[in-house]
């Protein structure tokens, strides 16, 4: 959802993805000089997150701002390979309030929240000791209106633009196979082609205990919910993939493609 308000930003000519970031009262000018939206949206930026700093305390709160600049200055922003952080996000969180002069929530509201119908969906400030929501994880929903965000945004196309429905998808090939912008593919994942537009299984995002999924040879939709948070030590399951895809397999769409 971040991702998406990002790349309409980007279409409206307010960010761009490869070009320098915008200054962020609050945030150290070196830190924004030295990353992109594209490094930030794919997790390529050496970010670490703000939970595995030394020193972290998972007793006391904290605010975003104090959680990005705790972790960049023990970054190595130069490395472009993608490692999932919480902190990148806070970053594009905090780009989207500047650019626009709203908050984070007023803009998913707008944008997505309120014209797809997603009543049960908003941004709240679950910050509490050892965690801070906000533009990674401060969302709440429900599997519904989740189901509606996937079929809004992959399968009906209604969200973004082609180019940054592309840039979705295909955003972080540079940095990793199967990394896109705040989404990802199962691969196999080979280039594109005219014959084979989608050389992919599926799109999914995972958040915690919750995976969201569009396959698009199946035409559906799926989100389901676990008892547990998926990447427990031991995991949770050893093959969620496997899993997700008989599951795939035994849907087929009815004729009006629901």
């Known amino acids: 959802m971040v991702s998406a308000a990002a790349l309409q930003l980007v279409d409206a000519g307010l960010l761009t993805l490869d ?3 915008p200054s962020i009262g609050g945030l150290p000018d070196s830190l924004t000089g030295s990353l992109t939206l594209r490094r930030l ?3 390529a930026t050496g970010l670490v997150d703000y939970r595995t700093v030394d020193g972290f305390d998972p007793e006391a709160t904290s605010d975003p701002f104090e ?3 705790d972790a960049y200055d023990v970054s190595d922003t130069s490395v ?3 490692d999932y952080s919480s902190t990148n996000y806070f970053v594009v969180g905090m780009l ?3 650019v626009t002069g709203n908050t984070l929530a007023e803009e998913l509201t707008d944008r997505f929240f309120a014209p797809l119908g997603m009543h049960d969906t908003e941004l709240v400030d679950n910050t509490r000791s050892g965690y801070v929501g906000f533009a990674s994880g401060g969302v709440v929903s429900t599997l519904e209106d989740l189901g509606t965000w996937y079929d809004s945004l992959f399968r009906q196309g209604i969200v ?3 180019p940054m429905l592309d840039e979705m998808i295909w955003g972080g090939a540079e940095f990793s196979d199967g990394s896109g912008l705040g989404a990802w593919r199962h691969c196999p994942c080979a280039t594109a082609t005219a014959e084979d537009p989608t050389p992919w299984l599926y799109i999914f995002h ?3 205990d919750v995976r969201i999924m ?3 040879d199946a035409d559906v939709v799926m989100v389901a919910r676990f008892s547990k948070p998926l990447y427990l030590t031991p995991p949770l399951a050893g093959d969620i993939d496997g899993f997700v895809l008989q599951v795939l397999e035994d849907v087929s769409p009815n004729p009006e493609g629901e």
């Open 96 to 98: 989207i309030e500047q």
């Open 80 to 82: 472009r390979t993608v």
């Open 19 to 21: 070009g320098p970031l």
């Open 214 to 216: 569009y396959h698009p």
């Open 160 to 162: 973004l633009s082609a």
């Open 41 to 43: 949206l794919a997790h």
């Open 67 to 69: 959680a990005v600049i």
């Open 206 to 208: 995972d958040g915690g």
